[in-house]
């Protein structure tokens, strides 16, 4: 599937010059008392809901900036943060 995303630096891209970072839930755990366990899941497991969620991309086949977008995951579309967020 493709789509475009939007460099605030480069305008409107293919999709294909990103690479996907991951979801962006904000700060990582700290580093007082971090088992594998607490690791693992707060930084890899990811829930990828379905609609739309925050991300972070990284346009490395353009300027090289990492950037965070709201995405629907249904239709691969970049969406304006949802109003419950704001």
Known sequence: MSFT???P???ER???EFRFGNEDQGPGPG???LTREVYVNE???RET??????EWWCHSYGCGAWITIWRDTLTGRQTDEPEAVK
């Open 31 to 33: 580093h007082e008392g």
């Open 43 to 45: 930084v890899l497991m």
């Open 5 to 7: 995303l939007t460099c």
């Open 49 to 54: 809901q379905a609609g739309s969620q925050k």
């Open 14 to 16: 293919d999709q294909s």
């Open 9 to 11: 630096i480069c305008g």
